[in-house]
């Protein structure tokens, strides 16, 4: 049981370049979620799934678009990366939103964009 | 909107020590709330959680009360050790927009250095 996996761990880009993160988890959760971590402003929701199919914009998804083709992946992609999108990028997944579960979040992608 | 706000660091303690790291929040309804510790090069991880008022949250050690009155988590632990040296987040269970359903906001994190 591997829990929340992500690849790459680190990355460094060029501006415009394209890149895509992969979250993977083996818990069966139906919820996963992209967050970006940035200095002083602590983690904040890029974009979240409810479920295979879906996908649904959290508070700063501007730049950034994602997939949800299988249960287990959730896929972030950057289409054209600026200096702006450098941070350090968690997934999480839980198995359901009643308010009191618990995410479960990987160790994290750091990237840079130059 | 919901708002999470925890005191800034960096906070230093010496081993054994007595740790509060302050956590108060503004939120419409009645939120879930969480103590969430980031170790260094790792994820997050869930440290403790509460979900109704009074409710006492604990775990390694650690503790945290809701407080609907003050609308505060602090989080205390009686004596630190130099493993407890991590990032602490405060959080909550916020709804999301357009939907029934949650998510986490997060305040800002406090760094604590435990020195031995």
């Known amino acids: 049981n591997a829990g929340v996996t992500q690849t790459p761990k680190f990355r460094v880009l060029k501006t415009g370049q394209s890149m895509t993160l992969l979250c993977a988890q083996d818990?069966?959760?139906?919820?996963m979620y992209w967050y970006r971590q940035d200095p002083g402003m602590g983690l904040r929701l890029i974009h979240y799934s409810v479920g295979e199919g879906t996908t649904a914009k959290g508070e700063v998804p501007d730049g950034y678009n994602v997939s949800r083709l299988k249960k287990q992946n959730f896929l972030l992609g950057l289409e054209s990366a600026a200096p702006s999108q450098t941070s350090v990028y968690f997934c999480a997944s839980s198995l359901g939103l009643a308010g009191t579960d618990t995410q479960y979040f990987g160790p994290g992608t750091r990237l840079t964009v130059l | 909107g919901d708002s999470v706000t925890q005191m800034e660091g960096p906070v230093t303690l010496s081993e054994e020590a007595f740790l509060t790291i302050n956590c108060t929040y503004t939120a419409t309804g009645y939120p879930s709330l969480f103590w969430y510790v980031q170790y260094p090069g790792e994820g997050l991880q869930l440290l403790l959680k509460a979900t109704k008022a009074d409710d006492k949250g604990s775990n390694k050690g650690f503790e945290a009360t809701y407080r609907k009155e003050t609308t505060s988590f602090h989080l205390e632990k009686g004596s630190v050790q130099v493993s407890d040296s991590a990032v602490y987040f405060c959080a909550l269970i916020d709804k999301l927009r357009g939907g029934s359903n949650y998510k986490l906001t997060f305040g800002k994190g406090t760094l604590l250095t435990v020195n031995p």
């Open positions: 818990m069966n959760h139906e919820y």
